[in-house]
DNA sequence: CACTGCCTTCCTACTAGTAGGTAGACAAAA
DNA sequence: TTTTGTCTACCTACTAGTAGGAAGGCAGTG
């Protein structure tokens, strides 16, 4: 079961474990290149700046997560159940303590020193995520699945903003339970009576 | 109004203001020599290492905070308005966009990767809060003014998760409502109907 | 077929600048 | 006089980033 990852992907994918480790400014070029037994030149032919390897990194991330809801919508019969699959995923990452953490979480609490390229990617991972979760949302109230207090989009970002707040927290206190303590109250409180 | 801190303590005010921004990464001897117009050498004097300086840091921010924390459990009448007090501190801050953002918010998310006398103590941070959260609770059980679903202690870790985590989502997507979007519900629901 | 030239990938060797940290001199205060 | 705080000057290790070349693959051309 050799890696058929080309080395720019396995440069992507030992910088985006080492940022959810340690954030923008905890790692360097030394340490992919140490991690993957490649010269630090050679990361810079495929990378020329630090700054441009996170923003290609961020932009992937980003179509994954897309491409991921795009399929959950499509899948998951009801909205209730693809907004329960969403959170079902984060919780399993960090119930195992598999690395796939958010990296768009952890970047977020360094947003202003980010630089420019990077941080409005970052913004723009948000954006995109609100916009899955505002039509789900909003899908669950048509259907009369959800009720919810306030309008869908400010809905969104308070789910959202409890998703990544209680991951970190989660992480930070080494407790996985206190993912789901915080994240499930809320959902249960969306649905209808 | 001349500042009559010691030198000590205005490097611990700047260095405090720059880990807020940046966290412990996203600082150097330099910034803060350059900042107070002092020369790094002179900041070595006082704190030999950078781990030293973070770690008093944290020392001196959870004494602040745990008097702060004890003379709101001496002022405030019920339990209720502790928690909203509380509460409300971090909302005028995140609000005002005045700095005392939490500073252990900040280091958690990094946790993985700090020295360990500054992780040690960022945890310690959050297991005095949790406890003085604990006790608030369990009081206002006592005084029918709450009705948890949990037990005290696990109440109280939710509802630190959910004001650190709101707290970054709320600066990092810009947006101060929604620290008060996401916590006021959850503090909300502990009400006695 | 061989030859040429281009492109990709990786390398060694380097740069300028910054990181945290140290040694020792000096002045003022205790 | 010893202590305290600051300085200049320096160190080593590491940072992101560059220059230039070697090796191989892959056209196209004769």
Tied chains: 1, 2.
């Excluded at 058929?4 to 959810?20: P, R």
């Excluded at 991690?35 to 630090?40: D, E, L, Q, S, Y």
């Excluded at 020329?48 to 932009?59: G, H, I, N, S, T």
Aim: glycine share 6%; with cysteine.
């Amino acid at each position: 079961m050799k890696s058929t990852a080309s080395t720019s992907e396995k440069i992507l994918d030992i910088a985006q474990s080492l940022i959810v480790a340690g954030g923008y400014n905890g790692f360097s070029y030394a340490d992919i290149s140490a991690a993957i037994g490649i010269r630090k030149a050679s990361i810079h032919h495929h990378f020329p700046a630090k700054a441009e390897l996170v923003a290609v990194l961020v932009d992937r991330y980003t179509r994954q997560a897309q491409a991921g809801l795009q399929s959950l919508r499509e899948q998951a019969a009801s909205p209730a159940d693809q907004l329960q699959f969403y959170i079902d995923y984060w919780r399993s990452c960090i119930e195992n303590a598999s690395q796939p953490f958010c990296v768009c979480a952890m970047l977020a609490s360094e947003m202003q020193m980010l630089p420019d390229e990077v941080a409005s990617r970052v913004r723009a991972h948000f954006q995109g995520l609100a916009a899955w979760l505002t039509s789900v949302l909003q899908a669950g109230v048509e259907q009369g699945l959800f009720r919810l207090d306030k309008r869908p989009e400010e809905q969104a970002q308070m789910l959202m903003a409890s998703v990544h707040g209680a991951m970190l927290s989660a992480r930070a206190l080494g407790d996985p339970g206190l993912f789901i303590a915080v994240v499930g109250p809320e959902i249960a409180m969306l649905r209808a009576a």
